[in-house]
């Protein structure tokens, strides 16, 4: 079993009505068995659960009656909640909060999980590209979890070692950036019309002489300068492929980091009424809110251990009713350098995908550490 404080990190009681301890002390096991089959239920078909059927889903024998008293009182308390008139019942975020926080088991994966998640990654793992080694380990984990993954990639701190420009086309060109630690970035470069290969050469050889045993952030100032130096000796077309080329690196900017989201289409799966696909409707609005989702994600790089958001915890997936959880990654030194997770609805199965994701992290790690 997962040690709680590896993903029990994120949660401020302050913001809740009720605590996880204090809601435990005021439940006894007959409440705590009411509640927990109205959790399980909401988890498996999304559907709320009228005291009628838990009279019969209960281990100790009650009356439809006595049921719905006890439901009651878990709605006095803010754990559930009637959608409708006559309905049924379903848990709050407030209540999934305190099931994962004080009622879920979590285990460890089975040996087969665990083979299954690291032969996926490790066979992406030999890729040059950490991006698209990321990029596929986000397709592989939300196969696994049926929830959208997303990553946040880190900033690049990797000292430069060498870099080329490679004609692809007349009027393309591959520029390839070697790091220190053996790291290879490709990306594709839009060439004006008409430059001939001693231009492609000449700027390779500019920034050879500047970028060695520097970081992305601290070449890309002193390259700057340089250029603006030695605009004399450099014709116009020179400078615009080095410039161009610079900005290529990190998309136009030092500190940009990128935000991949894999698996939408799993989202869409299981549907049952027009809210559920409303509700989908506002995540995929959300989830092209792409600063928002970065912000969210970036919290999980102050602490260890798996941290879960959960509806309306999280102001950017409040309205559509959604879940996120996360974990960091870590690079050779151990630093953390990234954050991945899945984001899906409220009644994601927590029990099985929290430790995926911290396993998945855990793997990620180990494959940015070779």
Request: charged residues 25%.
């Amino acid at each position: 079993m997962l040690p709680q404080e590896t993903w029990l990190s994120h949660h401020d009681p302050k913001d809740s009505l009720i605590t996880p301890s204090a809601a435990l002390s005021q439940l006894n096991e007959r409440s705590r068995d009411i509640f927990r089959q109205i959790v399980e239920n909401y988890l498996a078909t999304g559907e709320p659960v009228g005291s009628r059927n838990i009279s019969r889903m209960i281990s100790v024998p009650l009356s439809p009656a006595s049921v719905r008293n006890v439901m009651a009182d878990l709605e006095h308390l803010g754990l559930i909640y009637a959608p409708h008139t006559s309905a049924g019942r379903l848990p709050t975020d407030l209540g999934l909060r305190f099931f994962v926080d004080a009622l879920m088991q979590v285990g460890d994966l089975t040996e087969s999980e665990r083979q299954s998640i690291q032969a996926q990654l490790a066979a992406i793992g030999k890729q040059q590209s950490i991006e698209s080694t990321l990029s596929d380990a986000m397709t592989r984990l939300s196969g696994l979890t049926r929830g959208a993954a997303v990553v946040l990639t880190g900033k690049s701190n990797a000292r430069l070692k060498h870099i080329e420009f490679v004609r692809l086309e007349p009027e393309q060109a591959l520029v390839v950036l070697v790091s220190e630690d053996g790291q290879i970035e490709n990306r594709i470069l839009p060439l004006p019309p008409g430059v001939p290969s001693s231009v492609l050469v000449e700027a390779s050889n500019f920034l050879n002489a500047r970028i060695r045993g520097r970081t992305l952030s601290e070449a890309r100032a002193d390259l700057e300068a340089a250029l603006a130096q030695s605009r004399n000796e450099l014709d116009q077309l020179t400078q615009k492929i080095i410039s161009a080329g610079v900005a290529s690196w990190s998309g136009g900017s030092t500190d940009e980091r990128r935000l991949i989201v894999r698996g939408h289409a799993n989202l869409l799966e299981d549907l049952h009424a027009m809210e559920d696909l409303e509700r989908v409707r506002l995540l995929f609005d959300d989830l092209e809110t792409k600063k928002g989702v970065a912000d969210l994600l970036g919290l999980a790089e102050r602490g260890d251990g798996v941290r879960i958001f959960i509806g309306s915890e999280n102001k950017l997936f409040s309205l559509s009713g959604s879940s996120t959880i996360t974990a960091p990654y870590r690079d050779s030194s151990g630093r953390i350098v990234g954050v991945l997770g899945v984001i899906g609805p409220t009644r994601l199965n927590y029990a099985r995908v929290i430790p995926m994701v911290d396993y998945a992290a855990r793997i990620v790690s180990q494959m940015l550490g070779k």
